[in-house]
């Protein structure tokens, strides 16, 4: 069997890589960064002793069950603690608790019978077992019909809008529907608790778990250096240029998002890239990561209905992550996803930072400026991968016309949402695909020997 290339060291390109190596496939893996873990990563504060924590929040839900496998396969099972967690909603100059059915019932800008079509709604989503029948459907079509008016203005199109950076028309009733029963997996005893999970060390723990398994097993990794482009002669991959030079490889499987794996491709690959340019659209993001001397809600999360608040909600992790694990600081959230175009994806780090802050006293008035430790920005340009009404057929597939190149990347992931537990699954799906190919290769190439 060949050795196969992976470009990019997130969690997609370590699990596919742990689990081409588990099938015998040799894999050299090659990350830009100096550490591995891409948007899984962790930041670190030197003048708060060292502290060091998730760059973005990253929750594990007690139902990913993919994850949890992983986690045993690796040792890491014992590590994962579990924690009852909280919803809010910001409503009107409020926080109201939404964590169980009884918190819906009573959340107050909802009639009785708007109470009542939201509990249906959620029941009724979690029966469609076929999401091909959604995805014509615009979501707040689905929505509307389902819990009515009320529901869709006080609920749903709040939520929409801080996702989608305002723009939600185009989207299928499959987004509520995937985050829907993701969320509503983890509830127990009828609804009342939500369990959620988390590693002491963050996602970094599985990031190097994945890395040690696959250099123990013989596979290699490379941090600190980019593939700059994928060489292709007579319809295969034969080479890659990195940023310190040139190698030979018999295969390359890009991780990446696709605008930025699209700029990987040669000249003689044009075809592959038209074909990849179909749906490429992702959202970015930019997040205020607070670290606070205080505790701002009991919530994980906080759902803003007010759209003069610009931030998607308030995450404050360590209502979830113990303390002892973060030198006692409250670790508090601010992301929005944000279009390129966007004010916020523009600001300089200071204009962002003043003007979320003022946002944030506008929730929290009594927040002083010796409650706050520590403030870091964070931006990324590729995150949300936007599939719009109808479009499944332009999904890239794992394999192209080019031998040996291979495209495993987020905006495949459908109609589930880009996390954890859906890398790992989408990373094994590709793992088997990849293997096929390489199999029937070398057996028409051992053919063609004869
Ligand atoms: C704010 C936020 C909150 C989130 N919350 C959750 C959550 O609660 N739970 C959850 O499960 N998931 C969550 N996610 C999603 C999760 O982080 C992503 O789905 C996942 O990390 C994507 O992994 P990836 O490997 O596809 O991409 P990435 O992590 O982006 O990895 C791609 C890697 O490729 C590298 N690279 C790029 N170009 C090159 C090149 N030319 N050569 C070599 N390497 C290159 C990059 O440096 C990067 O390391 C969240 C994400 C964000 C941003």
């Avoid at 994980?300 to 209905?305: A, E, G, K």
């Amino acid at each position: 069997m060949p050795v196969i290339d992976i470009v990019g060291g997130g969690i997609l390109g370590l699990a596919l890589g742990y689990d081409l190596i588990k099938r015998g496939i040799g894999v050299r893996i090659w990350e830009r960064s100096r550490e591995l873990g891409g948007l899984m990563g962790r930041t670190r504060f030197d003048d708060l002793d060292g502290l060091e924590v998730d760059r973005y929040y990253h929750a594990i839900l007690s139902s990913d069950r993919t994850l949890m496998r992983l986690f045993d396969e690796l040792g890491l099972r014992s590590e994962v603690r579990m924690t009852v967690t909280s919803m809010g909603f910001y409503h009107d100059g409020k926080l109201y608790s939404m964590s169980t059915p009884l918190d819906f019932l009573r959340f107050p800008p909802l009639s009785p019978i708007d109470r009542f079509r939201l509990g249906v709604t959620i029941l009724q989503a979690r029966r469609v077992k076929d999401w091909r029948a959604l995805e014509q459907t615009p979501v707040v079509e689905w929505l509307t019909k389902l819990g009515g008016r009320g529901t869709v203005e006080h609920i749903w199109k709040p939520l929409l809008r801080a996702k989608f950076d305002g723009g939600f028309d185009n989207v299928p009733a499959t987004y509520i529907w995937s985050r829907l029963v993701r969320t509503t997996d983890t509830r127990e005893k009828g609804g009342a608790v939500e369990k959620m999970c988390f590693l002491p060390g963050g996602y970094a723990m599985l990031i190097n778990a994945l890395a040690k398994a696959i250099t123990e097993r013989g596979g290699q990794i490379t941090t600190g250096v980019a593939i700059q482009q994928v060489h292709v002669s007579e319809g295969r991959v034969c080479g890659l240029r990195l940023s310190n030079g040139e190698i030979d490889s018999d295969g390359a499987v890009l991780t990446l998002q696709t605008p930025i794996a699209r700029r990987l491709l040669p000249p003689e690959a044009a075809d592959v890239n038209a074909r990849w340019s179909r749906l490429e659209e992702y959202l970015g993001i930019v997040c205020m990561l607070l670290v606070l001397r205080r505790s701002l809600s009991p919530y994980y999360t906080l759902n803003i209905t007010d759209e003069r608040i610009p931030f998607t909600g308030v995450i404050e992790t360590t209502n979830l992550i113990d303390r002892q694990f973060t030198n006692g600081y409250h670790l508090v959230y601010l992301p929005k996803y944000v279009a390129p175009d966007n004010l916020f994806a523009q600001m300089n780090d200071e204009a962002l930072q003043r003007s979320f802050l003022v946002y944030l006293r506008q929730m929290f008035p009594d927040v002083r400026p010796d409650d706050i430790a520590a403030v870091r920005i964070g931006r990324e340009r590729y995150v949300e991968p936007l599939h719009p009404i109808g479009r499944t057929d332009d999904i890239p597939p794992f394999t192209t016309d080019i031998a040996g190149l291979y495209l495993v990347n987020s905006s495949q992931i459908y109609p589930q949402l880009t996390n954890g537990e859906a890398a790992v699954a989408h990373a094994a799906r590709a793992a088997g695909i990849i293997e096929q190919t390489l199999r029937s290769l070398s057996e028409s190439q051992q053919t063609v020997a004869v």
